[in-house]
């Protein structure tokens, strides 16, 4: 079992910041975690891949944050600072962690429940 403990969410005025931070636990280490990544989705609308981190230094960013989101990995929880938020950055944002196939467990995908970001302009 691995659990994805997701916080920071809220509302926020635009131009305002906000951090999200993500922790993995269960029948998993950090060494078995490949990747970590935000993703958002509007209701309606298709989940969206919003930054992630390979490994624990290598970083990729939608072309949407670029410049205003950093994501950061620490062991097992993935953070990411936001800011100069934009009302169109309101979404729920879910952390996605990609794990490795060990010889006790088969690698997948596992996501969060979810955290509300609101960006009232």
């Known amino acids: 079992q691995v659990h994805l403990v997701e916080s920071g969410g809220g509302l926020v005025q635009a131009g305002g910041s906000l951090m999200l931070s993500c922790f993995a636990s269960?029948?998993?280490?950090?060494?078995?975690?490949?990747?970590m990544a935000w993703y958002r989705q509007v209701t309606g609308m298709q989940r969206e891949m919003v930054a992630r981190v390979r490994g624990e230094l290598t970083t990729e960013y939608a072309a949407f944050v670029k410049g205003r989101f950093t994501i950061s990995r620490d062991m097992a929880k993935v953070s990411m600072e936001m800011n100069n938020l934009k009302p169109e950055d309101t979404a729920v944002y879910y952390c996605?962690?990609?794990?490795?196939?060990?010889?006790?467990?088969?690698?997948?995908?596992?996501w969060g429940q979810g955290t509300q970001v609101t960006v009232s302009s």
């Open positions: 996605k962690i990609e794990t490795r196939t060990t010889p006790f467990q088969v690698g997948g995908d596992y």
């Open positions: 269960g029948t998993i280490g950090s060494r078995d975690i490949a990747t």
